[in-house]
């Protein structure tokens, strides 16, 4: 089983600023199946990122997604006041269990 | 305009059981994988249980397979979560996520909004 850990746990930063989550593979991922989601209070996830570096229909082009092998990142270059919010990465490789999801990165209004 | 909505949640006592549903509409039902995830404030994200599109391939986690059976309906558009032998650590709001493709990609790109399963006696 891949486990993913994601860093931070909480990233506290002002609006306008830049974030940089990162989200860890205990196991290399197979083909940068990694995919990142933005969860608000109250709300399900939402797609961001797939492929890891591949925006999601409608994703505003400041969440970018980069890295390969164990190690991924989610940059977002200016932080609106509508993104903060919970992350979480996942990866969706071929082997059992398919899915699996980094424990979270709370991005959090300084 | 994808929509997803669960239905079907509530407190049940263990070992009881309680069966989800998941009305899809927006587009083709058919013609996607859908999967059930569930999510705890202890454990976070935890997926559940993958469909195919035509039903004919099933996969569970190992913490609820043969306790849990996924199927689907798509003369009607909904996805079921049967949910039997429940147990305390089966508290969770669980949603129904679709595939964006018909054979599974273990992809989530749409998901409903969730629906609340307490198992407390």
């Known amino acids: 089983e891949i486990v993913l850990t994601q860093s931070p746990g909480t990233l506290s930063l002002s609006p306008g600023e830049r974030a940089t989550l990162s989200c860890r593979a205990s196991?290399?991922?197979?083909?940068?199946?990694l995919a990142w989601y933005q969860q608000k209070p109250g709300q399900a996830p939402r797609l961001l990122i797939y492929g890891a570096s591949s925006r999601a229909t409608g994703i505003p082009d400041r969440f970018s997604g980069s890295g390969s092998g164990t190690d991924f990142t989610l940059t977002i270059s200016r932080l609106e006041p509508e993104d903060f919010a919970v992350y979480y990465c996942?990866?969706?490789?071929?082997?059992?269990?398919?899915?699996?999801f980094g424990g979270g990165t709370k991005v959090e209004i300084k | 305009e994808v929509r997803l909505l669960e239905s079907g949640g509530g407190l049940v006592q263990p070992g009881g059981s309680l069966r989800l549903s998941c009305a899809a509409s927006g587009f083709t039902f058919r013609n996607y994988a859908m999967n059930w995830v569930r999510q705890t404030p202890g454990k976070g994200l935890e997926w559940v249980s993958a469909?195919?599109?035509?039903?004919?391939?099933?996969y569970y986690a190992d913490s609820v397979k043969g306790r849990f059976t996924i199927s689907r309906d798509n003369s009607k558009d909904t996805l079921y979560l049967q949910m039997n032998s429940l147990r305390a650590e089966d508290t969770a709001i669980y949603y129904c996520?679709?595939?964006?493709?018909?054979?599974?990609?273990?992809?989530?790109?749409?998901w409903g909004q969730g629906n609340l399963v307490t198992v407390s006696s």
């Open positions: 469909v195919s599109g035509t039903g004919g391939s099933t």
């Open positions: 996520a679709r595939d964006p493709s018909r054979m599974l990609t273990w992809l989530l790109d749409y």
């Open positions: 196991q290399r991922v197979t083909n940068t199946y």
């Open positions: 996942q990866q969706y490789d071929s082997s059992f269990p398919r899915i699996t």
